[in-house]
Structure formats: structure tokens, C-alpha cells
């Protein structure tokens, strides 16, 4: 069966010619809205020679995160008509989202990376200016990190950035032993808690008792919404998110929120200050109004009513590709370490259909319109929370044309 989705001038679609010819060749209604969609969308990079892409992956940085809601796209284009006094916008803004959130204090960052190299900075100097000034030369200054091995991962680089040592423990006993006269912060990842037996409480508690800041790195930790404030109320010192997945944002930002003295003193190693470790983590005026915009929006959402939505997408896609021989499509929400949200799990026996998962994600990926999904060796992915509605009737259509090719040929 022909592609309804293929090559397209996007002009003489949307005049209806286009539509027409695909109604006319006997797709049903819902690939007919379908294909409009994909026409729609990412004219401006088309421009460029640059493909976009229905996202069935995830709010991955190099797919570009998420796509921002209309209210946070109007705060940037009216913010980029003024000029403003740069710190007083960031104080204001971190204010306003601080009381949205119910959290002590609040910053806009450049992304959730740079919110954990602030973090650190400021764990290591306070606002002491001169210490500040002399980052990452840490001599004579507190210089070390504690962190759950298991929670280890390249983006504990933006730590290292500040010239800090981190200190890897596997155990409580250890943890406690390693806190000492260097040690200036904890460092957990929340979304690896269930990886190591340091829980969330006792770390925390090792914290307080040593008087050591503690700080959780929830990038993409959202949803559910409550953590933006929940995870600050169980006693994390600092907790950074990023901007630009769950939150909607713009990509290029992130948030750190926490206690008064450390969000203060994160500012002070932070752009515009010239001798600081964050000088080149410039936040515009766009990006901050930009995700003030977002986090009004998010705190007001039905996330109840998006949940659904999310699964409808999955369902609808299980639903395409039944009748596909050997072919599995399960809708599930993850467990430990993975999002509260509905994704869909698909399998198959690459012996009987003749086709690996990887091979099928790049026939998804070179395919018009292109599709990402999470291809691994023992099945696909699928994420629905990046999805216009419209664009699962696309990805199920793809999809089982693969499936059904595959299964001719077996």
C-alpha cells in the first residue's frame, strides 16, 4: 500500500489537492487528518534542509526536548521587544516562580546541567566573592562531593566543572564516614534512588546531621507536577530540573529551586557576574519569561486529563498493529526510575519476522514523515507525552507497514 505520508509540496497539500488525492485513494479519515498533520509541521527547518520529526522517543536534548505551549512562545516574542535590567528580571522571575511552587527561593538556569554546576558552586563558596572569583582553584576550600556510586553519570561532569572531587559511597556506613572538613555537598540523582540501598531519607538525614547542603538532581523528573515542590519539602537543600522536557520550556533553560542563602549565592556564580564559573551560562530575558510562562501554564494543568490522552495515543497504536504475526504491543507505565507515564512496549521474534528492532527504528527514522522511538535488543519503546494528537495514527501506519512488510517476506 502506498504511503499517504510520503513526499509531499506542502503548499498544494494544505490548498487540498493533496488531501484530496489521499482521500480519494481510500485511506480512512484518520490517516487523511493524519497526513495534514505531518504537512503542518517544521516548515521553518524544511527551509534549512533539516528534517523534522514526530517525537516517539522522549524529551531527549538531541531531539530537542519538547515543544513549547503557546503561552510560553508569546511571552518570548513580547519579551524580545524591550530591554530590562538583566538581575532584576531574574529576581523577579525567580520570586514569582518561588511562590508558584510554595519553594523557599527560586532561579532560572540555563539548563538542568548547569543548575547542578551552580549548585555545586555554591555549596563551595557561599557568596563569599572572593571564593567565587577563584573557582575552579579550590585550595584551601572545601573540594568534595559525596555521591551514591550508583547514581554516577556524565552529567555529574557539570559538578566536576566547579573543580570539586567527587567521593563515590555504596553504603550508609560509608556515606557517614566519607562526610568530613572538605565535603561541601551531597549529590543524589532521583531517578536512580532504586539503583543503590541509599534511600532518599537517610541521605538527606546524613545532611542535616553534618550540616552539608543536599542536592537532587531531578532533570526529568516532571511528571509527576508535585515534584517540583515536594522534593524541596523532604529536605533536599537545592533541586534542579531541567526547563525544556516535562515543563514545556524553552530547551535552553533550566531551574534550580532550594533554600534562600544557596539560591543567592548560585546567582552570584552565575551570569552576568564576570569572574564566575556560570558567566557562559547566559539566560536571555526571552528564555526566562519563556519559562515563567511555562511553569504558570504546567502548575495549572489537568495532568489528570493528559494522562489519558497519553494512553489513547498508546492504545490507539496497540490497535494498528494487532494481527501482525508474532507481534506483542503491551501499553505499560514504568516502574522505579522511569516515567509515571503511559508508554507502549513492542515485540516481536526477529527470527520468524526477519527484521531487528534497530532496523526497524531507522526504516521509522528514514521514512517520511521521520519517527523516533527507542529501539532496544529486546523490543521497542514507544513515548506518548511528546505526541500532537493526530500524530499516533501516523506512527501506527508506519509502523505496521514495516511489521506487514516484514511478515511477507517471512
Same mark, same amino acid.
Given at each position: 500500500?502506498?504511503?499517504?505520508?510520503?513526499?509531499?509540496?506542502?503548499?498544494?497539500?494544505?490548498?487540498?489537492?493533496?488531501?484530496?488525492?489521499?482521500?480519494?485513494?481510500?485511506?480512512?479519515?484518520?490517516y487523511v487528518h493524519a497526513a495534514q498533520l505531518a504537512a503542518e509541521h517544521g516548515e521553518i527547518y524544511r527551509q534549512l534542509g533539516v528534517r523534522p520529526l514526530i517525537n516517539a522517543a522522549?524529551?531527549?536534548?538531541?531531539?530537542?526536548?519538547?515543544?513549547?505551549?503557546?503561552?510560553?512562545?508569546?511571552?518570548?516574542?513580547?519579551?524580545?521587544?524591550?530591554?530590562?535590567?538583566?538581575?532584576d528580571?531574574?529576581?523577579?522571575?525567580?520570586?514569582?516562580?518561588?511562590?508558584?511552587?510554595?519553594v523557599e527561593s527560586a532561579m532560572v538556569t540555563s539548563g538542568a546541567a548547569c543548575s547542578i554546576m551552580l549548585a555545586t558552586a555554591a555549596c563551595v563558596t557561599g557568596s563569599d566573592t572572593e571564593k567565587i572569583r577563584r573557582?575552579?582553584?579550590?585550595?584551601?576550600?572545601?573540594?568534595?562531593?559525596?555521591?551514591?556510586?550508583?547514581? *554516577?553519570?556524565?552529567?555529574?561532569?557539570?559538578?566536576?566543572?566547579?573543580?570539586?572531587?567527587?567521593?563515590?559511597?555504596?553504603?550508609?556506613?560509608?556515606?557517614?564516614?566519607?562526610?568530613?572538613?572538605?565535603?561541601?555537598?551531597?549529590?543524589f540523582t532521583n531517578i536512580f534512588e532504586h539503583k543503590g540501598p541509599i534511600k532518599r531519607a537517610a541521605f538527606i538525614a546524613a545532611g542535616r546531621q553534618a550540616g552539608i547542603p543536599v542536592f537532587n538532581d531531578a532533570a526529568a523528573e516532571l511528571p509527576p507536577a508535585t515534584n517540583l515542590s515536594s522534593i524541596v519539602h523532604e529536605g533536599f537543600d537545592l533541586v534542579?530540573?531541567?526547563?525544556?522536557?516535562?515543563?514545556?520550556?524553552?530547551?535552553?533553560?533550566?531551574?534550580?529551586?532550594?533554600?534562600?542563602?544557596?539560591?543567592?549565592?548560585?546567582?552570584?556564580?552565575?551570569?552576568?557576574?564576570?569572574?564566575?564559573?556560570?558567566?557562559?551560562?547566559?539566560?536571555?530575558?526571552e528564555e526566562m519569561l519563556g519559562l515563567l510562562a511555562a511553569v504558570e501554564e504546567?502548575?495549572?494543568r489537568d495532568h489528570e486529563a493528559d494522562i489519558r490522552l497519553w494512553r489513547g495515543f498508546m492504545e490507539s497504536l496497540a490497535k494498528d498493529l494487532r494481527g501482525i504475526g508474532t507481534?506483542?504491543?503491551?501499553?505499560?507505565?514504568?516502574?522505579?526510575?522511569?516515567?509515571?507515564?503511559?508508554?507502549?512496549r513492542v515485540q516481536w521474534d526477529p527470527k520468524r519476522l526477519r527484521l531487528k528492532y534497530s532496523d526497524c527504528a531507522q526504516q521509522l527514522r528514514d521514512g517520511e514523515p521521520a519517527i523516533e522511538v527507542n529501539a532496544a535488543d529486546d523490543g521497542l519503546t514507544l513515548a506518548s507525552y511528546n505526541l500532537?494528537?493526530?500524530?499516533?495514527?501516523?506512527?501506527?501506519?508506519?509502523?505496521?507497514?514495516?511489521?506487514?512488510?516484514?511478515?511477507? *517476506?517471512?
Open positions: 500500500m502506498k504511503n499517504p505520508f510520503g513526499t509531499w509540496n506542502r503548499r498544494a497539500f494544505l490548498s487540498g489537492s493533496g488531501l484530496a488525492s489521499i482521500a480519494a485513494a481510500g485511506f480512512r479519515p484518520r522522549g524529551t531527549y536534548t538531541v531531539l530537542t526536548g519538547s515543544v513549547m505551549p503557546e503561552r510560553a512562545r508569546r511571552a518570548m516574542e513580547a519579551a524580545s521587544r524591550s530591554f530590562v535590567h538583566l538581575q528580571l531574574q529576581k523577579a522571575v525567580g520570586e514569582r516562580i518561588a511562590k508558584l511552587l510554595d573557582v575552579p582553584d579550590l585550595t584551601g576550600l572545601k573540594s568534595e562531593v559525596v555521591v551514591p556510586r550508583a547514581h *554516577r553519570n556524565g552529567f555529574d561532569h557539570a559538578a566536576r566543572n566547579v573543580g570539586v572531587t567527587l567521593v563515590e559511597v555504596d553504603t550508609l556506613d560509608e556515606l557517614h564516614r566519607a562526610i568530613g572538613p572538605k565535603t561541601a555537598m551531597l549529590y534542579g530540573f531541567s526547563g525544556g522536557k516535562g515543563l514545556r520550556g524553552p530547551q535552553s533553560s533550566g531551574l534550580l529551586v532550594g533554600r534562600k542563602d544557596l539560591i543567592q549565592a548560585a546567582a552570584l556564580n552565575n551570569n552576568p557576574h564576570e569572574e564566575a564559573i556560570g558567566r557562559p551560562c547566559k539566560v536571555g530575558k504546567y502548575v495549572q507481534v506483542t504491543a503491551e501499553v505499560y507505565v514504568p516502574g522505579a526510575g522511569g516515567h509515571p507515564v503511559p508508554y507502549l500532537y494528537p493526530g500524530e499516533e495514527r501516523i506512527v501506527g501506519y508506519r509502523l505496521r507497514g514495516i511489521l506487514r512488510e516484514a511478515e511477507k *517476506r517471512s
